[in-house]
């Protein structure tokens, strides 16, 4: 804001206000879910990586906006990555979650105990990254300003960004990250989706907060 | 900014339903 010309000031703590209304969760939710739902293709998770600049004028990062996991249509079961040791450790992890989530009476629920997917599992560990300054798949896309979309198990384990090649030991095949205002929208799938100019027309149009 | 763990947290209590609900109906 310019101290200067107070109505400036003014109109810059509305635009302010006006974009944090578009980046509560609840907004974000629904344009996850709208995305997904309406999408012709069988997305397992979309993710909204929020852009922030830094304290004390420091790089911009992407971190967690919010996400949503739809999980496998297939219903065949797929050989997992995960030995019994690690399964135990994942059910481990999700029971103490849920104790943090719910209280720690809540540890008894039988659904925490249910297998923790490869899907899951990545999409439960995304939750603690974070891309500085064009790093990563997300922040790749972010920083060029372009998609970047990569179908194929073999084009993601090839890939030199660590996200995309620890996706595809979990399972995903596709793996898109689209830059939007403010942020990146990301979607995986265990399927092998080609590029499709739909996806991105929806994702602009449902995640172009500035108009 | 506080925002992220909020978020994190949301999103997690969210997943977690989710999961409950794909259990029970599995």
Known sequence: PNPADPSKSSSSAAATAATAQFFNQETLQKRLLALMEGAQE???????????????????????????YKGE?????????ASPAEQENRKKVLRELNSLIS??????DDAVDEEVTDTEWFFLISMAQSFVNGSGLPGQASYS???IWIAGADRLSVSHCERARQAQIFGIETMVCIPSSNG?????STEVIFQSSDLMTKVRVLFNFNG | SSAVPQARKASLA???EKRRERVMNS
Do not use: C, H, M
Not at chain 1, 73 to 81: G, I, P, Y
Not at chain 1, 103 to 108: D, I, M, R
Not at chain 1, 184 to 188: A, F, I, R, W
């Open chain 2, 14 to 16: 969210r997943f977690l």
């Open chain 1, 184 to 188: 990146v929208v990301e979607l995986g």
């Open chain 1, 103 to 108: 209280g720690p009476q809540s540890s008894a």
């Open chain 1, 42 to 68: 069988s997305w397992t998770y979309a993710i909204f990586w929020q852009s922030s600049v830094a304290d004390y004028g420091g790089p911009s990062q992407l971190g967690w906006g919010d996400g949503y």
């Open chain 1, 73 to 81: 249509e297939n219903k065949v079961k797929r050989k997992t990555a």
């Open chain 1, 145 to 147: 300003s372009s998609p």
